[in-house]
C-alpha cells in the first residue's frame, strides 16, 4: 500500500513531507481542449462573443487558478511560483481552441498540479463565457505535457 506518496502504511491519508528535498527549478506544461460548433468558435476567434473577451478572461481565470492550487487540492503544497503563461491554440477545422499552461517555480516541490489545474479553470472559463451560444461544448484531454526538475527526472508526455 506504500506506493501512493499520500498514503501511509495503514492506508491512512497524508500530506507528504518535502522538508528534506532541496529546492530546484521545476516547471510543468498542461494542456486541454475545448471543442465547439463553428458559430461559436468563430465569435471566439472574432472577440465578438456578448460576455467579452472570451480567451483573455480564461488567461486570467487560468493564472489565478495555478496560483489558488494548493486550496483546491488537499495534498497539494503551496507553492512559490515564479511565473505562470497560458496560451490558445485555435484549430478552426476542428472547431477547437487548444488551452496551454506553462508554470515555474523554484521549489521543493513540482508543479504539475498547477498546470492542470491552470488549463482547467481556463477551459471551464471559456466554457462559461461560451455557454449561451453553445451547450454542447466539450471540454476534454486535460493532460501532462511536460515536466522538469527534481528527482524523478524530466516527462514529455509520448517519450
Known amino acids: 500500500m506504500n506506493e501512493f506518496t499520500h498514503m501511509d502504511e495503514?492506508?491512512?491519508?497524508?500530506?507528504?513531507?518535502?522538508g528534506d528535498k532541496d529546492v530546484t527549478d521545476r516547471k510543468a506544461r498542461a494542456g486541454g481542449r475545448v471543442s465547439m460548433n463553428g458559430e461559436t468558435f468563430d465569435k471566439v476567434a472574432a472577440n465578438s462573443m456578448r460576455k467579452g473577451n472570451v480567451l483573455e478572461t480564461a488567461r486570467i481565470a487560468g493564472i489565478?487558478?495555478?496560483?489558488q492550487t494548493h486550496?483546491?487540492?488537499?495534498?497539494?503544497?503551496?507553492?512559490?511560483?515564479r511565473h505562470v503563461q497560458i496560451d490558445f491554440h485555435m484549430d478552426r477545422e476542428a472547431g477547437a481552441i487548444q488551452v496551454e499552461a506553462l508554470v515555474r517555480a523554484s521549489d521543493r516541490t513540482g508543479v504539475e498540479m498547477e498546470a492542470l489545474t491552470a488549463v482547467a479553470v481556463a477551459a471551464l472559463t471559456i466554457y462559461d463565457m461560451c455557454k449561451s451560444h453553445d451547450r454542447?461544448?466539450?471540454?476534454?484531454?486535460?493532460?501532462?505535457?511536460?515536466?522538469?526538475?527534481?528527482?524523478?527526472?524530466?516527462?514529455?508526455?509520448g517519450n
Open 136 to 157: 454542447s461544448m466539450v471540454i476534454s484531454d486535460i493532460s501532462l505535457l511536460e515536466k522538469a526538475g527534481g528527482k524523478s527526472g524530466h516527462f514529455i508526455r
Open 71 to 81: 486550496a483546491l487540492i488537499p495534498m497539494c503544497h503551496p507553492v512559490s511560483i
Open 10 to 18: 495503514k492506508g491512512r491519508v497524508r500530506m507528504v513531507d518535502v
Open 64 to 67: 489565478l487558478a495555478a496560483k
